[in-house]
């Protein structure tokens, strides 16, 4: 696994944009929800969360939509990579990032799938992760909810 | 799958970009390759493919990034969301099924980029499965322009 002292990096598919986090992040998880979707063009997004103060971004200028109240999510101008998602959870401010913008995604799990009501409805992924409605406090279900897309052919 | 009243249609996640498309489908394939990753922001892309004039811009403009020696990847401005693929010199244009106004509208029918599959992602399909080599007929390193 990677050495815990060194700073976790990561940027955009350009390299115009790079960010470095200090320390062990929050939480990994999935998200569903349909904002995400629409963001990346993606099924389903997967996040790694830092505390906004482990993290720093190191080269480059990230422009930021504010795609709800409270909400912004932080991409690069110029290449157009997805990188952050920023807000609050349990009332501390976070600083999301996509985990394929990690230069070193592998070395993040997740442990959960947020969202998860609001999934494709024949999308899901086989693990037997806990499930949640939004993010509430409680999993509704672990394990996927769906074995594959109906049979196309 | 029902068939679905054309025309299809999408675009970004502010409203600033829309497109719709003038025909079904040709591929809907996921894909795993690691610029497909990092410029999605996801651990697989999903896309689906039309023909180079399927693909019409309806309202704002894409702005494209020429991501490879042979593609170039289009979103929005202002919003940052991922939205379509074509080539540099070919005959496809795919977007991404996430910024399709229905996304569950057409169902994968392949996995590509399978080289550089995170470890840890399983989906529990039996649709064929092939590399990016495979698929389009070359590699790739990321970084582009």
């Given at each position: 696994?990677?050495?815990?002292?060194?700073?976790?990096?990561g940027?955009?598919?350009?390299?115009?944009?790079?960010?470095?986090?200090?320390?062990?992040?929050?939480?990994?998880?999935?998200?569903?929800?349909?904002?995400?979707?629409?963001?990346?063009?993606?099924?389903?997004?997967t996040?790694v969360?830092?505390?906004?103060?482990?993290?720093?971004?190191?080269?480059?200028?990230?422009?930021?939509?504010?795609?709800?109240?409270?909400?912004?999510?932080?991409?690069?101008?110029?290449?157009?990579?997805?990188?952050?998602?920023?807000?609050?959870?349990?009332?501390?401010?976070?600083?999301?990032f996509h985990i394929s913008t990690l230069d070193d995604p592998d070395a993040f799990?997740?442990?959960?799938?947020?969202?998860?009501?609001?999934?494709?409805?024949?999308?899901?992924?086989?693990?037997?992760?806990?499930?949640?409605?939004?993010?509430?406090?409680?999993?509704?279900?672990?394990?996927?909810?769906?074995?594959?897309?109906?049979?196309?052919? | 799958?029902?068939?679905?009243?054309?025309?299809?249609?999408?675009?970004?996640?502010?409203?600033?970009?829309?497109?719709?498309?003038?025909?079904?489908?040709?591929?809907?394939?996921?894909?795993?390759?690691k610029?497909?990753q990092r410029?999605?922001?996801?651990v697989?892309?999903?896309?689906?493919?039309?023909?180079?004039?399927?693909?019409?811009?309806?309202?704002?403009?894409?702005?494209?990034?020429?991501?490879?020696?042979?593609?170039?990847?289009?979103?929005?401005?202002?919003?940052?969301?991922?939205?379509?693929?074509?080539?540099?010199?070919?005959?496809?244009?795919?977007?991404?099924?996430?910024?399709?106004?229905?996304?569950?509208?057409?169902?994968?029918?392949?996995?590509?980029?399978?080289?550089?599959?995170v470890?840890?992602?399983?989906?529990?399909?039996?649709?064929?499965?092939?590399?990016?080599?495979?698929?389009?007929?070359?590699?790739?390193?990321?970084?582009?322009?």
């Amino acid at each position: 696994m990677s050495d815990k002292a060194m700073p976790i990096t990561g940027g955009c598919l350009c390299g115009a944009v790079r960010y470095e986090a200090s320390g062990e992040p929050i939480v990994t998880g999935h998200c569903h929800c349909a904002d995400c979707r629409r963001n990346s063009g993606a099924p389903v997004v997967t996040f790694v969360m830092f505390e906004a103060g482990q993290v720093r971004f190191t080269k480059g200028e990230r422009k930021v939509y504010a795609s709800s109240p409270g909400v912004g999510r932080a991409f690069c101008g110029h290449c157009g990579t997805p990188l952050t998602w920023e807000g609050e959870y349990e009332d501390r401010p976070i600083i999301e990032f996509h985990i394929s913008t990690l230069d070193d995604p592998d070395a993040f799990v997740p442990d959960r799938h947020w969202y998860h009501n609001r999934r494709i409805a024949w999308f899901d992924v086989a693990d037997g992760l806990p499930r949640y409605h939004g993010v509430a406090d409680e999993p509704y279900r672990h394990g996927p909810a769906t074995k594959g897309p109906p049979d196309t052919t | 799958m029902s068939d679905k009243t054309m025309p299809i249609t999408g675009g970004c996640l502010c409203g600033a970009v829309r497109y719709e498309a003038s025909e079904r489908p040709k591929k809907v394939p996921y894909c795993h390759c690691k610029m497909c990753q990092r410029w999605s922001g996801s651990v697989l892309a999903s896309w689906a493919d039309f023909g180079r004039d399927g693909i019409r811009c309806t309202k704002g403009e894409i702005t494209y990034y020429r991501s490879s020696d042979y593609t170039e990847r289009g979103f929005c401005a202002e919003c940052g969301s991922s939205l379509v693929q074509r080539p540099l010199d070919g005959d496809w244009f795919a977007v991404a099924t996430g910024s399709l106004d229905d996304s569950e509208a057409f169902l994968p029918d392949e996995h590509c980029g399978i080289e550089s599959q995170v470890s840890w992602l399983n989906i529990d399909d039996r649709l064929p499965r092939k590399s990016t080599q495979e698929h389009m007929g070359y590699t790739v390193e990321e970084g582009g322009e």
